[in-house]
T-cell receptor, first 116, second 112 residues
Framework: EAQVTQNPRYLITVTGKKLTVTCSQN?????MSWYRQDPGLGLRQIYY???????DKGDVPEGYKVSRKEKRNFPLILESPSPNQTSLYFC???????????????FGEGSWLTVV | DQQVKQNSPSLSVQEGRISILNCDYT??????FLWYKKYPAEGPTFLIS?????DKNEDGRFTVFLNKSAKHLSLHIVPSQPGDSAVYFC???????????FGTGTSLTVIP
């Protein structure tokens, strides 16, 4: 079954304590990305990766890091989380970087992160 | 600045009637559009897409209309069913681009 899997699904952490949200896809997709969903703001892209070792900033990259050492994995790292990073995070993947017809985005189930 | 806008945060419709969800965009380079549906505690799932070479795409009860001159698209659900109650996001991209831009979502409630 085609899947994007992210962990943890729910996490409460304290300000400044480094954390990593993992993301893995089993579809051999080249393109992976991270979004955050906030009330009234919709889905905003944090970082994306067009292939292994190729990453780039999205619209809201501040406070986040990513890495793409393997095609299937794209972890999101919060080096020093702050309360304004409390949000619902989604990992996503698609077959190729370009937005060609049929190149659907697949989303993970989401990770609820609360920073206190 | 929000490049994709969904100006109606919520919509309520009676079961069996038509649901119309609207989306506007500002970037004239966008030429590929998608609608996603999201249930609580789940990730968004793909619903239907349209490229700018068409003005309509239909899939069962779901039809997306694109008005390029107005930079406007809409999703029609006919007939609406209670299981359609969810948040709907529209998204846009340039075919040669590598980012999708999402709207803020519209929460649809279909009343039995």
């Amino acid at each position: 079954e085609a899947q994007v899997t992210q962990n943890p699904r729910y996490l409460i952490t304290v300000t400044g304590k480094k954390l990593t949200v993992t993301c893995s896809q089993n579809m051999n997709h080249e393109y992976m990305s991270w979004y955050r969903q906030d009330p009234g703001l919709g889905l905003r892209q944090i970082y994306y990766s067009m292939n292994v070792e190729v990453t780039d900033k999205g619209d809201v990259p501040e406070g986040y890091k990513v890495s793409r050492k393997e095609k299937r994995n794209f972890p999101l790292i919060l080096e020093s989380p702050s309360p304004n990073q409390t949000s619902l995070y989604f990992c996503a993947s698609r077959r190729s970087p370009a937005g060609a017809t049929g190149n659907t985005i697949y989303f993970g189930e989401g990770s609820w992160l609360t920073v206190v | 600045d929000q490049q994709v806008k969904q100006n109606s945060p919520s919509l309520s419709v009676q079961e069996g009637r038509i649901s119309i969800l609207n989306c506007d965009y500002t970037n004239s380079m966008f030429d590929y559009f998608l609608w996603y549906k999201k249930y609580p505690a789940e990730g968004p799932t793909f619903l239907i897409s349209i490229s700018s070479i068409k003005d309509k795409n239909e899939d069962g009860r779901f039809t997306v209309f694109l008005n390029k001159s107005a930079k406007h698209l809409s999703l029609h659900i006919v007939p609406s069913q209670p299981g359609d109650s969810a948040v709907y996001f529209c998204a846009a991209s340039a075919l040669t681009g590598n980012q999708f831009y999402f709207g803020t979502g519209t929460s649809l409630t279909v009343i039995p």
